[in-house]
């Protein structure tokens, strides 16, 4: 079962949310079959890896069927209905991370369910008193947070006061007039909000992973010019979006100056952005500054990227996202390395390992260590941390660990083993096509750069204009992994040279 749909689900919790999810399990208002609660401790005892020789699916039968002859799709329906718990646990876990803020939104279906069961004395002022609170609460919401679902629920209200209105025989004391002209602004307010994000989605898309969008540009165009005729100006996350919009479009160069504008702007109204707009536009400015930095390699945005990750810490963002937990902790230690504030990230490091899941713990902080170490120049003590990782983790992390490897095994000048190293890493991105093609091409562009740096670091006569050529090569080709630690081993060369 290790390949199952309900083990990838399990992997994803960690052990307060296992414990919680086995309270869910074994409620019986929830689940009915007790074989469904048995089937969950078994493989809950194999939690966090789920690699035990015992996780076989004719073990498991065994354990839960011990006087039955395996039957794959008896074990099939278990454990699909052990999905189908996990998925509804999930959504009432989210509900609740979210009930205060969609308190107006539950107090105005109890108000409907209210009235369809009669439970409520169908007079006018009761339901509008109920209405009146819900609208001020709303009011409120609309004060304190920036959040384009408030004008939803406000639509939701309106819409049902009116409906109220022409149903009951006596009418709520309103302007209808009003009533749908608030429904209408708030509705219009919504869908300016959801369409900027749209354009803003796919113009992120189309420049970071550098597809070929064109063809959609015009219509996204409109729907962002959709948003500046509604006047977006005044709705502060919309003003947000039109400004990371226009940046993720023009070059750094230009865009830089703006960027400033876009951040103090930002963090005038961060407190009153909603967590998942928050996350949702520190993910966006960090892989703007991204892409400058890898077009430049200039550290001014490396040290902005590295502030918007300190900013996700301070604000207790990053624990709320356990799956994005494995990339804030690589990309803080390498901005952390690269900037050389060591001791920072060391202390960060220890302080929040035990927030990383359980499932690659060992490995991320394994491989953060090791980065640590190498930048220290402590090379033996990076390979100890590196040969800690277990390899049989996803591509993207072994490349990366490969990578490390062969500058390792280059620092310690082990040819052999550096030789082994690049020769496995061109199979495995020779054979493997799960990687967009950007990101192959900024791996394959380091094993040729690093294979001709120790072809020419073995040449007894070093020609000091062929090393220079390369050099030029290195410096003006985009998208090289590794390409400032490149630099340093190809100038070193050419020092060596004169």
């Known amino acids: 079962m290790y390949r199952t749909k309900i083990i990838t689900y399990l992997r994803t919790l960690s052990k307060t949310e296992l414990n919680r999810f086995e309270k869910f399990v074994r409620s019986p208002y929830f689940s009915t079959h007790d074989n469904t609660k048995h089937l969950f401790s078994l493989l809950k005892g194999h939690y966090p890896a789920f690699t035990s020789p015992r ?44 009930a205060e803020f969609e308190s107006s939104l539950i107090d105005l279906l109890l108000l409907e369910l209210k009235v369809s069961r009669n439970l409520l004395k169908h007079t006018s002022s009761n339901i509008e008193k109920q209405v009146n609170k819900i609208r001020v609460k709303l009011e409120q919401n609309l004060v304190s947070s920036v959040d384009p679902i408030n004008y939803l629920h406000r639509y939701q209200l309106e819409r049902f006061v009116l409906e109220r209105a022409s149903t009951t025989r006596r009418n709520m004391e309103m302007d209808i007039g009003y009533t749908l002209e608030k429904a209408s602004e708030a509705l219009d307010n919504y869908f300016m909000c959801a369409k900027l994000r749209l354009a803003l989605v796919s113009r992120h898309r189309s420049i970071i992973k550098k597809s070929d969008k064109s063809h959609q540009a015009e219509f996204m165009d409109t729907i962002f010019q959709f948003g500046i005729d509604k006047g977006f100006e005044s709705v ?108 920072e990230t060391e202390d960060f490091l220890e302080k929040y390992k035990t927030v990383i899941p359980e499932v690659y713990r060992d490995n991320i902080y394994a491989f953060c260590k090791a980065q640590l170490f190498f930048k220290k120049k402590a090379y033996r003590e990076a390979l100890i941390y590196l040969s800690k990782m277990d390899m049989n983790i996803d591509l993207k992390y072994k490349l990366r660990s490969d990578v490390m490897y062969i500058q390792l095994f280059y620092e310690l000048d082990d040819p052999e083993q550096l030789e082994a190293r690049l020769k496995s890493m061109k199979d495995i991105l020779r054979r493997r096509t799960i990687l967009r093609e950007s990101r192959r091409n900024e791996y394959l562009h380091f094993v040729t750069f690093v294979g001709e740096l120790m072809k020419m670091k073995e040449n007894p006569r070093l020609e000091l204009a062929e090393i220079r050529g390369k050099i030029a090569d290195l410096s003006h080709t985009p998208g090289i992994y590794e390409k400032s630690w490149l630099l340093e081993k190809w100038q070193q060369l050419e020092a060596m040279a004169k």
Request: proline share 4%; hydrophobic share 40%; net charge neutral.
């Open 236 to 343: 502060p996350f919309c003003d947000l979006y039109a400004r990371i919009y226009h940046l993720l479009g023009a070059p750094y160069s230009e865009a830089f100056p703006d960027y400033h504008d876009y951040k103090e702007v930002f963090l005038l109204h961060f407190s009153k952005l909603q967590p998942n707009i928050q996350s949702e536009l520190i993910l966006l400015t960090t892989n703007l500054l991204t892409k400058w930095y890898r077009e430049t390699y200039s550290k001014v945005y490396l040290e902005e990227f590295f502030f918007w990750y300190q900013q996700l810490l301070k604000e207790g963002l990053v624990q709320s996202y356990p799956s994005q937990m494995r990339d804030f902790f690589l990309n803080y230690t390498k901005a952390g390395v690269e900037l050389e504030k060591l001791q």
């Open 55 to 98: 996780m076989r699916r004719k073990g498991i039968f065994e354990a839960l069927y011990p006087k039955e002859a395996f039957d794959f799709s008896k074990l099939r329906k278990l454990s699909s209905e052990l999905c189908k718990l996990f998925e509804r646990f999930l959504l009432i876990e989210e509900l609740q991370k979210g």
